[in-house]
């Protein structure tokens, strides 16, 4: 029997519905290809069909072309997270609370940028410290003309008009406000009120779905299923019987002190244990005859969240009694407001004192200001936009605060050299394409030239009792910190002690210096040298409970317990990393000082070089470990530890080293 034609029957374009050629959804009416044991009967039959199919495939085009986005694929699951285990669903989110939903457009060149990120910040390359500007940097991350239309599209599709929309100057996040009940049409999800063990709510979707067709052309969605609190990483000293007398004598004594130091002080002369000041701090790092060059030319920030701010009036007692000449900074330095964040300055009331509210931010402040002066400091205090009112079922924020903050200081063409961040959580509260994501902003940062240092966390390798895996099947484990994880910050861990420094731990309040291996990111190459022979030292100690080839941190630490802190117009100490890390930037914000009035470019991105030539002018600590999760946890040791990192920095070295490294303008 002869075989019939191959070939299918032509069908006028005009008759199918958009795209229906390509997906081949007519294949199987109208290719006649037949197997040898098919007759002609059965040929006969197929074409008679084709007039009824063509008939069904007009109205069939009628409906597509009014729905274009939705013939083109349909739904699926584009990302999901297990809820951490100290968060609660309590209900259904109300369908009228507002969202403030940002889509992250795929990057176009992200790896080029991070090219750029590298060779500018290898002290070895021929491109070292010539960062990239504020417009060479939205050329690399800009997305495609394809994803901004076919994001454009889909939002039209579900009433979304672009006039509606915001968008960063790269057009790489777009921003809409939509109530719940919209957002869960958009997304196909549903969004629940959730409880954190310490009373605060999030309204989140552990899972949503995008038309197949948009998932490569967008990163990540949120807020969604992120449940990212940014904890500040600090801990009131636990008061013991007869200590507020000592203290109170104490506190006199470096009042007495930080009047008129001596450029000769010692560190045994400037510090006690017991209570960390600014002097302390200047005479141990090596600070203390340094005057700044260029105030204004550089500049230091800091980061406030969760209704942080820094109190003036605190501010102001604390440098009137540790820098007096410094005191009138407090009323100087620029508070920028982003989304409603707070910047309360009046006296706080009885539920706000009972909370610790500015703790942290008081914290931040006096520490970097009785280093840094007279260095210009900006504080970024991030809330969240629409205005959040609060209600019964959703009494606090929803929004996703590194996100809302970074989107905003990518737009600004100018930026402190260095910015410290005091907040973090466990990495397994992210969901890894959002984690990537934020970690992919924070490249731009370095590639312009920022150096950005984040709080390594306060619970060692993790909080005891709380250190299992969060995709339900509940392993042991240890917990990494987010963003401490991400290869293109700096991590500040926490020492205590002066001669010599070891790793800190305070058994009042259970604070240790933290620790440890990122699960999303990899060891990047420049610290393949460093950290690969610490991994191997450990054998099979803690196997399983960590990732072996992720990202170690900290890079670094500084001191990190009982720092004198004014608050309330009172005196109280604090411990954390939340404390190491403004205290480390404010000595290599001064490094950043003394490059600029040699003509020289800022350290930005710090790592490449400090694995590379930096880490020799670092004290190291070998003393103590990342205590947690049980177990002794990750120990110091001779070179980088992931506990202290390289250790801790004495600004005359670092400031040498940094000098014979960096190019001229």
């Known amino acids: 029997m002869a075989r019939h034609s191959r070939e299918p029957i032509p069908v006028p374009r005009r008759w199918a519905p958009k795209g229906i050629w390509e997906e081949g959804a007519l294949a199987p009416y109208i290719s006649l290809e037949t197997s040898s044991q098919q007759h002609p009967e059965y040929l006969q039959q197929k074409m008679l069909l084709l007039p009824a199919v063509f008939l069904s495939l007009v109205g069939l085009s009628t409906v597509v072309e009014c729905s274009p986005v939705r013939s083109r694929s349909l739904y699926t699951v584009k990302d999901s997270h297990h809820v951490p285990r100290k968060w609660t669903r309590v209900s259904g989110a109300p369908a009228n609370h507002v969202i403030n939903l940002e889509i992250a457009l795929k990057q176009s060149q992200f790896d080029e940028l991070e090219r750029h990120l590298y060779e500018v910040s290898d002290p070895d390359h021929s491109r070292y410290g010539e960062h990239l500007n504020f417009d060479d940097v939205n050329k690399l991350v800009k997305p495609s003309g394809e994803s901004l239309d076919l994001v454009h599209e889909w939002l039209r599709e579900h009433g979304i008009s672009n006039d509606r929309l915001s968008y960063s100057p790269a057009k790489d996040w777009v921003k809409v406000s939509l109530p719940v009940a919209d957002v869960e049409r958009l997304l196909d999800t549903k969004y629940s009120v959730y409880k954190h063990v310490d009373g605060t709510h999030a309204v989140r979707a552990p899972k949503y779905s995008l038309p197949t067709h948009l998932h490569k052309h967008i990163d990540t969605i949120q807020p969604t299923n992120s449940f990212l609190r940014a904890a500040p990483r600090k801990s009131d000293v636990m008061p013991v019987a007869g200590e507020a007398q000592e203290m109170s004598e104490l506190a006199a004594v470096q009042q007495v002190k930080a009047k008129d ?50 109190n003036r009036s605190d501010v102001f007692l604390f440098l009137q009694r540790y820098r007096p000449e410094a005191a009138q900074a407090a009323f100087q330095f620029q508070i920028e407001v982003i ?65 809302t903050w970074v989107r905003y200081v990518l737009a600004q063409p100018d930026l402190p050299q260095v910015i410290s961040t005091s907040y973090g959580d466990d990495e397994q509260t992210v969901p890894e394409a959002y984690a990537r994501r934020v970690c992919n902003e924070f490249a731009q940062l370095g590639a312009r030239g920022v150096s950005l240092l984040f709080a390594s966390g306060d619970n060692g390798v993790g909080e005891t009792g709380t250190c299992f895996t969060n995709d339900g099947k509940n392993t042991s484990t240890f917990l990494p910190a987010f963003p401490d994880g991400c290869p293109y910050v700096t991590s500040v861990g926490g020492t205590k002690n002066f001669d010599p420094e070891v790793v800190a731990f305070d058994p009042r309040n259970g604070y240790v210096s933290g620790g440890g291996f990122s699960n999303y990111f990899r060891r990047p190459s420049y610290q393949d040298e460093a950290v690969k022979p610490y991994v191997a030292s450990l054998g099979d100690q803690f196997k399983g409970l960590y990732h072996k080839r992720g990202r170690g941190y900290p890079d670094i630490a500084a001191q990190g317990q009982l720092f004198q802190t004014v608050w309330n117009g009172t005196i109280r100490r604090l411990d954390g990393t939340s404390a190491s890390t403004p ?23 710090l790592n490449p070089w400090l694995y590379k030539r930096g880490y020799l002018a670092f004290t190291d600590v070998l003393n103590g470990s990342a205590t947690g999760c049980g177990t002794s946890g990750f120990p110091a040791a001779k070179g980088w530890d992931a506990v202290t990192g390289f250790g801790t920095p004495y600004f005359p070295s670092v400031r040498a080293a940094a000098l014979n490294s960096s190019r001229g303008n």
């Open 339 to 403: 989304d409603n964040g707070d910047n309360q300055q009046t006296p706080l009331n009885a539920t706000q004192l009972a909370a610790g509210k500015d703790l942290e931010g008081n914290l931040d402040a006096e520490t970097i200001l009785g280093i840094d002066y007279p260095t210009p400091l900006i504080a970024y205090n991030t809330g969240g936009s629409p205005p959040f009112k609060p209600d019964i079922n959703t009494p606090t924020n929803t929004n996703e605060p590194y996100l």
């Open 261 to 310: 130091p001596s450029p000769d002080l010692t560190v045994a002369q400037a510090c006690n244990v017991s209570a960390v000041t600014p002097l302390c701090l200047r005479t141990l790092y090596g600070t203390l005859n340094y005057t700044p060059q260029v105030p204004g030319k550089n500049k230091v920030g800091l980061t406030n969240y969760l209704g942080e701010t820094n």
């Open 583 to 605: 205290a480390a930037a404010a000595i290599l914000s001064l490094v950043n000082d003394a490059l600029l009035a040699a003509g020289k470019k800022p350290l930005g991105f």
